[in-house]
């Protein structure tokens, strides 16, 4: 059994939950970490890098043959060339609605986001971002 903190295309209703997750998952519950989060304009994805704000998201348990994280790292751009790397995956302090935390996996922007077109995400939420745009 994995565990992975999602707040973008990898949450429950989008295309890349559907495409790598759909079928593995056991559990899905809210949760939150804190960063700043930014829409991606041509990616049209978000991206979590370090900050004090409430990021929102899913905590997503499922399970995995081995094959799940490593495609879900190419999706992130997580192996190649260090200048390639878009996202790394790394433990980061997540905390549950009722105030649980825990160390779960989380991909983290580590790109200069000063240097991609980008909108801040002041609700800290992609999805809510998304429906009122």
């Known amino acids: 059994m994995k565990k992975l903190f999602v707040y973008g295309t990898l949450m429950r209703g989008f295309e890349n939950y559907n495409k790598y997750l759909k079928d593995k998952v056991k559990e899905i ?44 790292d190419e999706l992130e751009l997580y192996f190649g ?16 609605e009722n105030g649980e935390k825990e160390y779960i996996d989380v991909y983290v922007y580590k790109k200069d986001i000063k ?11 992609w999805r809510t971002f998304l429906l009122k745009r």
């Open 29 to 72: 519950k809210k949760g939150y970490t804190y960063g700043n989060l930014y829409h991606l304009i041509r990616e049209s994805c978000p991206a979590l890098i370090e900050g004090k704000e409430k990021i929102w998201g899913e905590i997503i348990t499922f399970y995995d043959d081995g094959n799940v994280l490593s495609s879900i």
């Open 81 to 96: 060339d260090k200048h390639e790397i878009m996202y790394l995956r790394e433990k980061r302090e997540v905390f549950y």
């Open 115 to 125: 240097r991609e077109p980008h909108i801040y995400i002041e609700t800290g939420d």
